[in-house]
């Protein structure tokens, strides 16, 4: 289970739509688009229906509410737990973002 306690950063729920694409080691790829739960300038939490094991790989793409700018990051899941028949919370560590767009994520994170 993820542990709250090792979190550098503020939290803030808030629903952003994220578009993504996953490529698997075969060459393989796939996409989609989903809702996060919450977000801070570490990694993003969303609910997803289709998603690998931890260390499945994401390029990111989504808007922040209140700034033009279309963040892009890479991703790495750290952990799921399933909801229910369809979805499941996946745990997202940002692993590849500009220090420019962290401090926008972090900066709406510390605003509430």
Same mark, same amino acid.
């Given at each position: 289970?993820?542990?709250?306690? =090792?979190? =550098?950063?503020?939290?803030?729920? =808030?629903?952003?739509?994220?578009? %993504? @694409?996953?490529? %698997? /080691?075969?060459?393989?790829?796939?996409?989609?688009?989903?809702?996060?739960?919450?977000?801070?300038?570490?990694?993003? @939490?969303?609910?997803?229906?289709?998603?690998?094991? &931890?260390?499945?790989?994401?390029?990111?793409?989504? @808007?922040? &509410?209140?700034?033009?700018?279309?963040?892009?990051?890479?991703?790495?899941?750290?952990?799921?737990?399933?909801?229910?028949?369809? =979805? %499941?919370?996946?745990?997202?560590?940002?692993?590849?973002? /500009?220090?420019?767009?962290?401090?926008?994520?972090?900066?709406?994170?510390?605003?509430?």
């Amino acid at each position: 289970m993820h542990d709250i306690n =090792k979190r =550098k950063h503020g939290r803030i729920e =808030k629903k952003i739509l994220v578009w %993504y @694409q996953t490529t %698997y /080691s075969k060459g393989d790829f796939s996409f989609g688009k989903e809702v996060s739960v919450d977000i801070s300038a570490g990694g993003i @939490q969303m609910e997803m229906e289709d998603i690998d094991s &931890p260390g499945t790989e994401l390029m990111m793409k989504f @808007q922040v &509410p209140n700034h033009a700018r279309v963040i892009e990051a890479k991703g790495e899941v750290v952990w799921t737990r399933r909801l229910n028949a369809e =979805k %499941y919370l996946v745990g997202v560590k940002f692993i590849e973002i /500009s220090e420019f767009e962290r401090e926008i994520i972090n900066r709406m994170a510390s605003s509430g």
